[in-house]
């Protein structure tokens, strides 16, 4: 099965235990998580961009949607509540970034730890966060991404990844400025020739959206944004290793646009409950009938 982009790799996660006393956390069964061969962002470049922190360390990423609300990867909420921290595009100069408390998280309702779908997730903060140059909302694409399109990722994941043995944690090396990447899209047809191939499982969900790049995400970059023309269009979950030849898979917003909609709504009446059903058969998904009926219906709700 895939790695995940999941929380952070083993040897860092290892580092935060050591530093905050956490419990161990059961994300190694998930994808690696990753920006490899990217550049140092350009300062403001993404104002969006959040990094979600445990005892002061940074594990996961995520992006803000509302004064609120910031959408992250739901493997980044499972086992401890961390406190997001905006502003901030070098982490070792962070002593000036606002940091905020999360009032309470909420996974997708179908996700599962085991496994690698439906992997989105919300926080909500207990304080609005305050904009202004340097911290921007990002709005979400309702709609698909087509294949070839040039999608931006950021964020602090590993920039270097050395297995040495199926035994012990790999080597990774984590930057401390927000690193940048440009993916190429691919259709989810092809991503689920690589995975099909590799992963010894299914494919990737009807939910994924793929990218490819001669690196990639990496450990770290789990719930980070990736974005087409300044709007949200997909949050970093998963790929296989680090630096491989292989697309790495983003939650979709196109397919959990309505999810968010919903549970930003309803979660200000204390509703928070993810009830979201299959859209249709999943033998289904792939074909180009239904991208395109889902496609239809959703610009018709969208709009009106």
């Not at 909420?106 to 779908?117: F, S």
């Not at 919300?122 to 999608?151: E, N």
């Not at 009830?275 to 033998?283: A, C, G, K, S």
Request: hydrophobic share 35%; charged share 20%; with cysteine.
């Amino acid at each position: 099965m895939p790695n995940s982009h999941q929380s952070v790799s083993l040897l860092l996660f290892a580092l935060l235990l050591a530093l905050s006393g956490l419990q161990s956390c059961q994300s190694a069964k998930y994808l690696q998580s990753r920006v490899i061969n990217g550049e140092d962002a350009e300062v403001g470049l993404a104002p969006y961009q959040v990094s979600l922190q445990i005892g002061g360390f940074h594990f996961c990423g995520g992006s803000i949607i509302t004064p609120f609300w910031v959408i992250s990867a739901a493997h980044c909420l499972i086992e401890h509540t961390p406190t997001v921290v905006v502003g901030v595009r070098d982490l070792s100069n962070a002593f000036d970034a606002m940091r905020y408390k999360v009032k309470y998280m909420t996974a997708h309702c179908r996700y599962e730890l085991d496994v690698h779908e439906d992997d989105v997730g919300l926080l909500r903060v207990t304080t609005a966060i305050k904009f202004g140059q340097f911290v921007q909302p990002i709005t979400i694409d309702w709609r698909p991404v087509a294949a070839g399109s040039k999608l931006l990722t950021t964020g602090w994941g590993a920039t270097s990844y050395v297995e040495i043995s199926n035994e012990s944690a790999p080597i990774e090396e984590y930057p401390q400025i927000l690193q940048k990447l440009t993916m190429t899209a691919i259709s989810l047809e092809e991503c689920q020739g690589y995975y099909k191939n590799n992963d010894g499982t299914g494919g990737v969900d009807y939910g994924g959206l793929c990218a490819f790049f001669a690196g990639g995400t990496c450990s770290g970059d789990s719930g980070g944004p990736l974005v087409l023309n300044g709007r949200l269009v997909g949050v970093v979950s998963y790929g296989l290793d680090c630096g491989d030849d292989i697309p790495d898979v983003f939650a979709s917003m196109w397919m959990y646009y309505d999810y968010i909609q919903t549970m930003t709504r309803d979660c200000l009446y204390q509703n928070c409950k993810c009830t979201e059903p299959m859209i249709f058969p999943y033998d289904q998904l792939y074909t180009d009938t239904h991208k395109e009926h889902l496609y239809r219906h959703r610009r018709r709700r969208r709009l009106s």
